[in-house]
């Protein structure tokens, strides 16, 4: 094939740390405040505004808690898993890496008994009708590394006895996430609106405080998860009183990724982009006659993540050490080609691809993409076949 000329003006698609909003540079960090106490009255209202702005933004209700804690998705869901787990019996869902670590975490860490592991391989979603409304129910929103979505919350029921837990970290500013059906949800910054890493957010819902002040787990709760004190909400925390230390520059950061957010029409503007760069690669998948998408039914799919798989006969024949090399050559070759980078498949995932496609990715990069990913394939196909 003929070696395209046009380049995608930004070849950031990986999946997390995500590209950062479209003009962006790190004059939006000139207001940071820097050098000074995060518990001073300018650093509370930046915190402050954060939160409200989050919430605004994602339709969360009013009487939900928002708040910033530490160590990014991965500590907000620990915080929800340690503090409120164990009350009674927890339905684990999981379709791929990270829903198979928070079960890891549950038996092996917490090691809770009365576990029941709801299971699929990767590209699907396991049979979620088998969820017992009467236990606690873990799962991600969006498998960030198959590629998987849950169509709905329908699978939720209003009378539940047990919360719900969400991993909602690249789902949150794409998808409408129902908060009714929600108790806790999180996310991370670094995803959907391209933030700086390190830190979380976690959204509680009424009874989510309801189990927090009225259960207390029986092991010991590191400081960095405590969200209740002497049987109370600690609700500074979801008044910009962060646990520990945050950084400034990434409060600052966040701001403007929200005011961003609020520039392209809120959350649906963030939906309709994100939504619209799917349908781009859903049309070149048609035409492909080597690319096929991992989460085959387009009810699941994903629009931020979206994993790709190689389906060319030619490449299906060879032995799984073959197909994995075809994956890891293709990607290899764009990120030499300065085209796209970071788009190989997640370590524990299936061999392929996977792009990010985001609200901060335009839909210009991804059209720019397409070319590169055809040529690139016909140029890794034809080096294996003379070797």
């Known amino acids: 094939m003929t070696k395209p000329t046009l380049r995608p003006a ?9 590209a950062k ?15 000074r106490s995060h518990r001073s009255k300018p650093g509370k209202a930046k915190l402050l505004k954060a939160i409200e702005d989050t919430r605004r933004i994602l339709k ?6 928002i708040g910033i804690v530490p160590a990014s998705d991965t ?8 503090s409120m787990l164990g009350a009674r019996g927890i339905d684990m869902l999981a379709w791929e890496s990270f829903g ?6 549950v038996v092996k860490q917490l090691k809770l008994k009365d576990v029941r592991k709801i299971e699929s391989g990767y590209g699907e979603l396991p049979d979620l009708s088998q969820v017992d409304k009467t236990r606690d129910v873990v799962f991600t929103w969006n498998g960030t590394t198959s590629g998987v979505r849950v169509p709905n919350a329908d699978w939720i029921a209003d009378d539940r006895e047990g919360v719900t837990i969400c991993d909602a970290t690249s789902a949150a500013f794409a998808m409408d996430l129902p908060w009714s059906k929600l108790d806790v949800t999180t996310f991370s910054w670094q995803k959907v609106l391209g933030g700086e890493a390190a830190h979380g957010m ?9 189990r927090l002040t009225t259960y207390s787990p029986p092991w010991p709760m590191p400081k960095i998860f405590r969200m209740t004190s002497g ?8 008044k910009g009183e962060t646990i520990n230390t945050p950084s400034m520059l990434c409060v600052e950061d966040y701001l403007d990724a929200l005011a961003w957010a609020d520039s392209v029409g809120g959350l649906d503007g963030l939906i309709a ?21 991992l989460a085959e039914d387009k009810a699941i799919r994903s629009c931020t993540s979206v994993c790709f798989k190689v389906v060319d006969p030619w490449a299906l024949a060879l032995d799984a050490d073959g197909q994995a090399a075809v994956a890891k050559k293709l990607a290899d070759l764009l990120d030499k080609e300065g085209v796209a980078y970071d788009i190989g498949a997640y370590r524990d995932a299936p061999s392929g691809l996977r792009i990010w496609a985001g609200a901060t990715v335009e839909a210009s990069d991804l059209e720019a993409l397409l070319p590169w990913l055809d040529w690139a394939y016909a140029e890794v196909k034809a080096q294996v076949s003379a070797a």
């Open 100 to 105: 198979s670590g928070w079960i890891n975490d």
């Open 21 to 35: 909003r479209p003009g962006w540079t790190t004059a939006a960090l000139n207001d940071a405040l820097v050098g």
């Open 273 to 293: 982009r994100s939504e619209k760069n799917l349908g781009l690669l859903e049309a070149w998948v048609a035409k492909s006659a080597w690319a096929g998408f």
């Open 75 to 82: 500590g907000a869901v620990e915080m929800a898993l340690w």
């Open 231 to 238: 049987g109370k909400l600690s609700d500074g925390i979801f």
């Open 202 to 210: 976690i959204i509680l819902s009424p009874r989510a405080v309801e």
């Open 60 to 65: 969360v209700p009013a009487d939900y808690k």
């Open 10 to 18: 930004t070849p950031l698609f990986s999946s997390g740390p995500c």
